[in-house]
């Protein structure tokens, strides 16, 4: 049977392959930092070397919309699809609601997007 392809199924040596690959995806990354205190919040993010025939440098840090803004840690094609995502759901969800979607609610969008 195959371990690595589910969430669900556990390997002969208790671990989820999944879990795995997203853990190594996320060390190649480059370290991202979030702080929060009593009137403030800080993020920081390692900024990697570029080679130099590359000519742009991919933000690690995405602003969603005007109070919300995400920042990732990993492989950034697969980031740059889940901002998208992000992004659309926000914008769905002040169109159906006129209001300002919460963190929990983006977060569980995001993970119910992972999930599938």
Not at 39 to 65: C, G, H, N, Y
Not at 97 to 116: G, H, N, T, W
């Amino acid at each position: 049977m195959s371990y690595d392809k589910s969430l669900s199924i556990f390997s002969p040596e208790g671990t989820i392959s999944q879990v795995d690959y997203a853990y190594e995806a996320a060390k190649k990354g480059g370290l991202s930092v979030g702080l929060v205190g009593k009137d403030f919040i800080l993020l920081a993010s390692e900024k990697k070397s570029v080679p130099k025939l590359q000519t742009r440098t991919v933000p690690k840090i995405s602003m969603i919309d005007e109070n919300t803004c995400l920042m990732f840690s990993g492989i950034i094609a697969d980031s740059r699809s889940l901002l998208d995502y992000v992004r659309l759901e926000s914008q769905s969800y002040r169109y159906s609601l006129d209001s300002i979607p919460s963190i929990e609610y983006l977060v569980k969008q995001v993970a119910f997007r992972l999930q599938e």
